[in-house]
């Protein structure tokens, strides 16, 4: 994460703390993330040099006005009048980091071959609070690559429970066992 999506993100979080309106602030800023990854081609037209820059703005409006907090549409505007609408993203993870830090949540991910179960994925996340004794918010994320099993990423920890993950680990074993 640059300086850039940090100074912008931390700038919104304390504005957004000192008005009382963290929690709404935040869920706009999901709900606009979200759009702009389904969208990259809005995020590009945000980003375009060759329209002038009131016309971007004005696209902002379009979308956004009366949508989103007068906070979040600022925001946006400021991103796309640095010409910086591609780190939204980025301001976004920012910005939750603060969050999980002040509200005690944890986040965590957990990579599998195929969709969790909503039954196994709410055990895993109690499983997870119980272990860490924080909030646990768990993203999930479906990779084809992952033969079978899972791996978990929270707070620096990586655990690899996948199959490609058992096999390295026995690869290692057995590499160092040999004379």
């Known amino acids: 994460m640059n300086d850039t999506a940090v100074n912008y993100a931390n700038a919104l979080y304390e504005l957004a703390q000192d008005e009382a309106l963290l929690q709404e602030i935040r869920e706009q800023l999901f709900q606009v993330e979200r759009l702009y990854q389904s969208n990259p081609d ?3 037209l945000l980003s ?3 329209l002038p820059k009131a016309e971007r703005l004005s696209v ?5 006005a009366g949508r989103v907090h007068p906070y979040v549409l600022s925001f946006l505007k400021l991103l796309c009048e640095r010409g910086r609408s591609w780190e939204l993203s980025a301001c976004v993870d920012r910005f939750r980091t603060r969050w999980n830090e002040d509200h005690g949540v944890l986040q965590a991910t957990v ?6 179960s909503e039954s196994l994925s709410a055990r895993l996340q109690q499983r997870l609070s119980a272990i860490t004794g924080k909030q646990v918010d768990l993203t ?3 990779d084809p690559t992952v033969l079978g099993g899972v791996r978990l ?3 620096g920890v990586q655990l690899d429970g996948t199959v490609r993950g058992r096999l390295a680990g026995l690869e290692k074993t057995l590499s160092e066992t040999v004379l």
């Open 42 to 44: 809005f995020v590009r």
């Open 48 to 50: 375009a040099p060759k």
């Open 60 to 64: 902002l409006d379009g979308a956004f």
């Open 111 to 116: 990579v599998t071959a195929v969709k969790l």
């Open 140 to 142: 999930e994320r479906v």
């Open 153 to 155: 990423e929270y707070g």
